[in-house]
């Protein structure tokens, strides 16, 4: 079982930047893909940015090409998204998710609560 707790979102002016974090609980984080997914008020929830668990390989959706940037440090269990030159349409809540692979003992996908962001025009 992981469990996922983000922070880092808040109220930011366009062309601001934000740092989100998420801190992983369990076994085996290293061993997981982690993805940054967000839902904007009426919509549905969207795909933003990956990173693989066997050599850091990332994606991105196109939206955000070249202005966010997601990492992950293993040692302390924590992805990040460095989201730069923000925009309105970001506004959303943001959550990070755990994929279990070959390398995990589990076999589920592992969601956080989420966390919001808010980029004023």
């Known amino acids: 079982q992981v469990q996922l707790v983000e922070s880092g979102g808040g109220l930011v002016q366009a062309g601001g930047s934000l740092r989100l974090s998420c801190v992983a609980s369990?076994?085996?984080?290293?061993?997981?893909?982690m993805d940054w997914f967000r839902q904007a008020p009426g919509k549905e929830r969207e795909f933003v940015a990956t990173?693989?668990?066997?050599?850091?390989?990332?994606s991105y959706a196109d939206s955000v090409k070249g202005r966010f940037t997601i990492s992950r440090d293993n040692a302390k269990n924590t992805v990040y998204l460095q989201m730069n030159s923000l925009k309105p349409e970001d506004t959303a809540v943001y959550y990070c998710?755990?994929?279990?692979?070959?390398?995990?003992?589990?076999?589920?996908?592992?969601w956080g609560q989420g966390t919001q962001v808010t980029v004023s025009s």
């Open positions: 369990g076994p085996s984080f290293s061993g997981y893909n």
């Open positions: 998710k755990a994929v279990s692979t070959i390398a995990t003992k589990t076999s589920g996908d592992y």
């Open positions: 990173i693989s668990w066997r050599g850091g390989g990332t």
